[in-house]
């Protein structure tokens, strides 16, 4: 990636991160001027074959987001958050933000629930939906506080984790 892309990519993720977090909401207008800012910056270093790798990252990050949102488990803005990241980072970047995302998140979701007492009850959950994935049913239809919108639910702002995922990469990526 370029430098000015590594920048983009950084100032997309670090300013939806402060909005999740402020208005646990992630602005459309920052999700597609990240699009169109990661697909014409491919395009200028790359032309039409920049273009595609920025396409592919922003399909790529949207169809893998967009199956957690179809399942309650991400809100929309994270799913457009991601695609926005796709088309900066490109494809095989993504993959690398998506694991560095998954491992933020997974860890902030840890200490959740365990500063709120909720171990035993998260661990019931994870098995319920275990369950319901194998027998190809939604988890929230027979649970409803595991749908990301419930009032009960206990949710986190992904933004964050995924400033924290694609910063990390930025910093692997300029020091490697």
Same mark, same amino acid.
């Given at each position: 990636?370029?430098?000015? !892309? +590594?920048? @983009?990519?950084?100032? +997309? ?6 909005? #999740?977090?402020? %208005? ?45 949102? &179809?399942? $309650?488990?991400?809100?929309?803005? #994270? ?7 796709? @088309? *900066? *980072? ?9 694991? @560095?995302?998954? =491992? ?13 007492? /909720? *171990? /035993?009850?998260? +661990?019931?959950? =994870?098995? $319920?939906?275990? !369950?319901?994935?194998? +027998? ?5 239809? /027979? ?6 919108? $419930? ?9 964050? @984790?995924?400033?924290?995922?694609? *910063?990390? &990469?930025?910093?692997?990526? %300029? =020091?490697?």
């Amino acid at each position: 990636m370029t430098q000015i !892309s +590594l920048m @983009a990519a950084a100032a +997309l993720v670090l300013t939806a991160a402060a909005t #999740d977090l402020r %208005r646990r909401r992630i602005p459309n207008w920052l999700t597609w001027g990240g699009a169109i800012t990661g697909l014409l910056l491919h395009t200028v270093t790359g032309g039409w074959a920049g273009l595609g790798l920025g396409i592919e990252g922003m399909l790529l990050g949207f169809g893998v987001y967009f199956v957690f949102y &179809c399942l $309650h488990a991400m809100g929309a803005g #994270d799913v457009k958050l991601m695609a926005a990241v796709g @088309a *900066v *980072v490109g494809p095989s970047n993504w993959i690398a933000v998506f694991t @560095a995302t998954a =491992i933020a998140g997974g860890a902030a979701a840890a200490a959740l629930v365990v500063a709120k007492g /909720r *171990v /035993r009850q998260t +661990l019931w959950n =994870i098995r $319920h939906i275990l !369950s319901e994935l194998i +027998l190809l049913r939604p988890p929230y239809l /027979r649970r409803s506080y595991l749908d990301v919108k $419930h009032p009960g639910a206990l949710t986190l702002p992904h933004g964050i @984790a995924i400033a924290a995922g694609t *910063v990390f &990469c930025i910093v692997a990526a %300029r =020091i490697g």
